[in-house]
Nanobody
């Protein structure tokens, strides 16, 4: 069964940093673009970042320059390094995998930025 499991969420002060991780099933990771999305209460799901199978990265305008996405195909993991965090970054962060054959979502991990 294909599965994505996020971890690393928590409470952090404004200006702080946090690292999220996503572990994926081996049968889907190597052939999928991986990404992170987030959703705050009462808001639409927002694109955060993606990384392709060859390592090409893209970022949403609200996080560009502050967040870094990376993947390790050997470990079947994708990471999101978040720096200079703002209260507006508070949301549930979801790991995503997608290809021509479909898409998968993790259960989400809560990130709260507050002082």
């Amino acid at each position: 069964q294909a599965q994505l499991v996020e971890s690393g969420g928590g409470l952090v002060q404004p200006g702080g940093s946090l690292r999220l991780s996503c572990a994926a099933s081996g049968n889907i990771f190597s052939t999928n673009t991986m990404g992170w999305y987030r959703q705050a209460p009462g808001m639409q799901r927002e694109y955060v970042a993606t990384v392709t199978t060859d390592g090409t990265t893209n970022y949403g305008v609200s996080v560009k320059g502050r967040f870094t996405i990376s993947r390790d195909n050997a470990k079947n993991t994708v990471e999101l390094e978040m720096n200079s965090l703002k209260p507006e970054d508070t949301a549930v962060y979801y790991c995503n995998a997608h290809s021509l054959h479909g898409a998968y979502w993790g259960q989400g991990t809560q990130v709260t930025v507050s002082s």
